[in-house]
């Protein structure tokens, strides 16, 4: 195959990328072995016109001249390489200058020529190019350093400081970069490369306040550790270990998803591959651990394989061995500006709870349920909710101790708020820990009965044209926050990476009451009942007659149908009352069976799709739960014009 030159060239120095890329792939087709003449022809013909490429030249001509001998080069390995010996130098030469072109198209590519040239020389060109390289990256650490603006924790950043710490910096990025592909392509031929010149520079670009520069600093250091052989060619590693495992600490911490994940990898290759590692296991292992529960999906499951790939299968018993490590770490991150941070900090000590020995656990019970007693006042709805779930575990296993430091009533009260949350999952989560309350505390039941009673009889006090969301945005919520409408703090301002909104939310406002966040709206008297069908199924588990004894009082509630939202209320009841079903048993259920059919087949009717939908499942699980033809037998006792719309969503097997 004959290779046409110019064609391919037109495509390389082309200003679109669409062109470019096209060019790449018939470069990347091509067989070196069918056409090696033309090949090197063509690169020498490339290098030729980079070389004499004047510093004001049309920047694609730049890229597409290295983008094609990066093409090229890549299809040879150290052994086939003779025909280009000559020129590897010029085409180092002339990469590192282009390191420090304007364009960061050609600073890239110019990175990714030097990484296939460190693969053709076996190592040599790093060695000849890291103190260049070097000088590079202290200039722009420096010259930006002075460039740096203060920017101190507080709730809202400007857009300047937001463009400050998030734009790409120029140089610095693509070098760093650069630096990543030519120790990524010495392979095994990395050493003695380090020293500590070169990591005092790795630990400055850690700390820098560009979080690109940062995340490109990880994807280094992750290169340092990728193998055991490369870690114990180069010593230095072991002597400043403690230095590293501070720093992949701030990293697995990091305010941005992106530097998250790349500290993960370091996290990884460095607890895997480094000898001692058990040493720093009291630093990085909460930190990986709560990283599980990342809001970030990349974050999140990377972090969870590497638990899996770190741990083995002595996860819960290395969690005990450093539990005072872990413990502090998970409160001192329920304090964190990061809304996700909060959040994942307590599930994760929900998981603590549930998992771990309680033994290990009960002698910082008191100081958890302090941490996530403050988290209920939190501004983000989904850290409410995953304080409360996670108090509800402490709950169930802890329920003396946290009687004696007299956090009962508290929590009880917390727990009744939430029940009524203006968020459905809110209540949802309530239930569950309400319901491990009534498990605990059986002396508590009258109480709790009454509790749900009124909690049905409150939504004859729902006002007939109440709307939800008075004042409140339309759109969907932020980050787990709904916007007050016309609200100027929240107009026109930056966004953030996953995760990245909490600078803007306080953890907490201390104006009384768990429930006096300023972005969360009073609740509607028919939200109290609502969440009392969450927590009358959750009842039934531990207290069946009980539940049993409230049915009137729900189907009762059921009835007020004088306000909106009253088809989200009938929504619940049908998508709780399955479950609520199997839990009290059929016989118990049987019973009660006919006072529900109005609730469902109004469901069944309703205009509204969310609320048929919910209806017609009830139905079909009913069926699957007693016997299909059982419980049209029983429909049709109750009314006969509805065994064909029953017929109509019951297909029969």
């Not at 190019?129 to 722009?140: A, E, Y």
């Not at 630990?203 to 990728?226: D, G, M, Q, S, Y």
Request: proline letters at 3%; a negative charge; charged letters at 25%.
């Amino acid at each position: 195959m004959m290779v046409q030159t110019s064609e391919i060239k037109t495509l390389l120095f082309s200003e679109k990328r669409l062109n470019r890329d096209e060019g790449e792939s018939r470069l990347n087709v091509l067989d070196k072995t069918s056409c090696d003449l033309n090949v090197v022809e063509f690169v020498h013909d490339l290098l030729k016109q980079l070389d004499e490429s004047q510093d004001d030249a049309p920047w694609p001509v730049i890229h597409g001249c290295l983008l094609g001998i990066k093409c090229i080069l890549s299809k040879y390995s150290p052994t086939d390489c003779t025909a280009f010996q000559d020129s590897l130098e010029l085409i180092r030469t002339l990469s590192i200058k282009s390191l420090s072109h304007d364009e960061v198209r050609v600073r890239k590519v110019a990175g990714e020529v030097m990484g296939v040239l460190c693969k053709l020389t076996v190592g040599e060109v790093y060695t000849l190019s890291k103190g260049t390289l070097v000088n590079l990256l202290n200039m722009d650490l420096e010259r930006h350093g002075q460039e740096d603006v203060e920017v101190e924790e507080r709730q809202s950043f400007t857009s300047k400081d937001i463009f400050h710490q998030s734009a790409g910096w120029r140089h610095l990025e693509t070098s760093m970069k650069c630096l990543q592909t030519m120790i990524q392509n010495c392979d095994d031929n990395f050493a003695n490369q380090l020293d500590r010149e070169l990591m005092l520079l790795l630990f400055k670009a850690l700390e820098h306040e560009n979080r690109f520069v940062r995340e490109t600093a990880f994807n280094v250091f992750a290169e340092l550790f990728v193998t055991k052989t490369r870690m114990s060619q180069n010593p230095i590693l072991s002597e400043i270990s403690s230095d590293i495992a501070v720093y992949i600490a701030k990293g697995l911490a990091d305010n941005w998803s992106q530097v998250r994940l790349a500290s993960s990898k370091v996290a990884r290759n460095f607890l895997v591959n480094f000898e001692t590692a058990s040493d720093h296991f009291a630093s990085l292992l909460p930190r990986i651990c709560l990283n599980r529960y990342y809001i970030a999906d990349g974050v999140r499951i990377y972090s969870q394989n590497s638990w899996k790939e770190i741990c083995g299968d002595q996860g819960k018993e290395l969690v005990e061995e450093h539990i005072d490590a872990v413990v502090k770490y998970y409160i001192q991150t329920t304090q964190a500006n990061n809304h996700a941070v909060r959040e994942a900090a307590c599930q994760c000590i929900a998981e603590l709870a549930l998992k771990i020995d309680a033994d290990r656990t009960r002698p910082y019970v008191e100081d958890l349920v302090g941490a996530l007693l403050e988290c209920f006042k939190d501004d983000s709805w989904p850290v409410r909710d995953a304080a409360c779930v996670s108090c509800g575990n402490l709950l169930l296993k802890f329920y003396n101790e946290v009687k004696n430091h007299g956090h009962q009533e508290t929590l009880y009260k917390l727990f009744l708020a939430n029940l009524q949350d203006p968020i459905p999952s809110v209540r949802a989560g309530a239930a569950m820990s309400l319901g491990k309350y009534a498990q605990v505390y059986v002396e508590e039941l009258p109480n709790i009965v009454k509790e749900i009673q009124e909690g049905f009889d409150f939504i004859k006090t729902q006002p007939e044209d109440s709307d939800n969301f008075i004042g409140l945005d339309k759109k969907p919520a932020v980050f787990g926050v709904v916007k007050n409408l016309h609200d100027p703090g929240h107009t026109d301002q930056v966004m953030y990476s996953c995760g990245s909104l909490a600078p803007k939310m306080g953890r907490s406002q201390k104006l009384g009451g768990c429930t006096s966040c300023h972005f969360q709206r009073p609740s509607k008297p028919w939200e109290r009942s609502d969440g009392c069908v969450y927590f009358l199924t959750e009842l039934a588990g531990q207290h069946p007659d009980a539940a049993v004894g409230l049915i009137p009082s729900l189907v009762e509630a059921a009835t007020h149908k004088h306000f909106p939202q009253h088809v989200v209320f009938i929504e619940t009841i049908c998508k709780q009352l399955p479950t609520f079903a199997r839990i009290i048993k059929k016989r118990l259920f049987k019973a009660s069976l006919e006072s529900f059919f109005d609730i469902i087949f109004y469901a069944v009717a309703s205009d509204t799709q969310l609320t048929a939908c919910a209806g017609e499942q009830c139905l079909v699980e009913l069926s699957q739960f007693l016997g299909r033809g059982i419980l049209k037998g029983r429909i049709d006792m109750w009314n006969p014009n509805k065994v064909d719309v029953y017929d109509r969503i019951v297909v029969p097997q």
